[in-house]
């Protein structure tokens, strides 16, 4: 689809791909669009926020690599050349002379083809390695999670949606000794970007104490650890918010959720 | 020569690679290779794995030459473009997140050390529009574009919301399409 004029929405967006910052399916659609749609209003906004991207590049200290990389690339280029020299070339040499090119041109494209499939392996081995440390580290927040729910000393608090979220369920797990609250979040619909949902701490006096400032996810879940604020020891209820991006520091919108000990 | 003859005379060599013009390649590596390896080493951080990167970066201008079109952008900004998208795909298979030392992330740029390859005034010009960014908007660009991290990655990893995020990003990136629009026009 072309558009026929810009919008902020549009800036955006070219805004966010050109310093790659759109996550991967998004940037994918909008790689597809500016090859495919021919859509003028976004390639040039793209090429205006594509030069000041490139700035952050054109602004670093300059820096040489060694004369040996382009020694390489030069090889593998006349490697590559020496194989359609060969197909071409009329045959007016000697049977020795031709071989002796055959064999070293096959020598160079060995040669290329071994330092291609040492590069792939070793970026196979760096994707696996890459992923095991991803599984520790999720093993290890499972675990964490685990020692949490289990621990004898966790108290549970329900809280039940409230006004325009009556279908809105949660659930802290606070964990005393290590001080963290695992709170639960289902059937509460994502907020709007100039919108947050903000966690309250509700003491026996005083007022409420911010906890943390979230969104859900787009089927209404959330799963946040959340170190329990510093003097949250007379706690008598918690209560989820929707307040301005960014929070506030104290309530000022309707109650979403709402749950005491 | 101005920049925009710089692009002609890019985009002909460009041309000439898609013919297999050899040469052309070495005009090009020449002309760029310090400002690509600049960016590459400057993400992957290790001198070794970043001139293979380099090597796999030309070798594949050189491929793809012939697919190259103007509306990709000037041919410097096609190669940067390869460069980085390489450089982030090996850091990423390297599972290493750039340490960025405090002193760069507290520093503006630096002006960059003098580089024959590159019309001097140009590379300062865009330090000082760099300059202009306050630390808050430039730490979300550099983490975007030198660590590859997608905005919500960003205001997850500087506990941000991500409407904030953005709003800074959108600001470095105004401030800087403002500053570098007068140099590009009188180019």
């Known amino acids: 689809m072309k558009h026929h004029e810009s919008s902020n929405e549009l800036q955006e967006k070219a805004m966010l791909y050109a310093i790659g910052a759109l996550p991967e399916e998004e940037r994918r659609d909008y790689a597809r669009h500016l090859e495919e749609d021919g859509c003028a209003v976004c390639i040039s906004e793209n090429l205006e926020f594509q030069n000041a991207a490139q700035s952050l590049a054109m602004g670093l200290p300059s820096n040489t690599p060694s004369g040996a990389v382009k020694e390489r690339l030069m090889a593998q280029v006349r490697a590559e050349a020496g194989t359609n020299v060969f197909r071409v070339a009329p045959p007016s040499r000697n049977f020795w002379y031709w071989a002796e090119k055959l064999v070293l041109a096959a020598a160079v494209v060995l040669l290329a083809i071994t330092a291609t499939i040492n590069s792939g392996l070793r970026r196979d081995v760096g994707t696996l390695t890459s992923r095991l440390v991803e599984l520790e580290d999720r093993v290890r927040r499972d675990g964490v999670t685990l020692a949490t729910l289990t621990s004898p000393e966790v108290r549970v608090v329900n809280l039940a949606g409230q006004g325009v979220t009556p279908q809105a369920r949660a659930r802290i797990f606070w964990n005393e000794t290590d001080r963290v609250w695992l709170l639960y979040v289902t059937g509460l619909p994502p907020v709007p970007q100039d919108r947050d949902y903000q966690l309250w701490f509700v003491p026996q006096r005083g007022n409420p104490q911010s906890a943390r400032v979230f969104n859900t996810n787009a089927d209404g879940s959330a799963m946040l650890e959340i170190p329990v604020p510093a003097g949250a020891t007379d706690f008598m209820a918690a209560a989820v918010t929707t307040e301005p991006a960014g929070g506030l520091p104290q309530p000022s919108g309707a109650f979403v959720l709402l749950g005491a000990d | ?187």
């Not at chain 2, 796999?56 to 390869?82: A, C, D, H, M």
């Not at chain 2, 460069?83 to 390297?94: F, G, K, P, Q, V």
């Open chain 2, 1 to 187: 020569m101005s920049t925009e003859d710089q692009a002609d005379n890019d985009q002909d060599l460009l041309r000439r690679m898609a013919s297999k013009d050899a040469q052309a390649l070495e005009l090009f590596y020449d002309r760029y290779y310090r400002v690509a390896f600049a960016l590459v080493i400057r993400i992957v951080r290790v001198r070794q794995e970043a001139e293979d990167v380099l090597a796999e970066v030309f070798w594949q201008v050189w491929r793809q030459s012939g697919r190259y079109t103007p509306s990709r952008g000037k041919p410097l900004s096609w190669l940067l473009t390869i460069a980085r998208t390489r450089a982030i795909d090996s850091l990423r298979a390297s599972n290493r997140r750039p340490q960025a030392d405090s002193n760069e992330m507290d520093a503006p740029s630096r002006v960059p050390q003098e580089d024959p390859s590159a019309q001097a005034s140009t590379r300062i010009a865009i330090s000082r529009c760099l300059e202009l960014l306050s630390r808050e908007q430039r730490v979300p660009l550099e983490m975007a574009y030198f660590e590859g991290m997608s905005h919500s990655e960003i205001a997850g990893a500087l506990n941000q919301p991500l409407g904030t995020m953005k709003d800074r990003i959108r600001t470095a990136m105004t401030t800087l399409r403002k500053c570098l629009k007068p140099r590009e026009a009188s180019a």
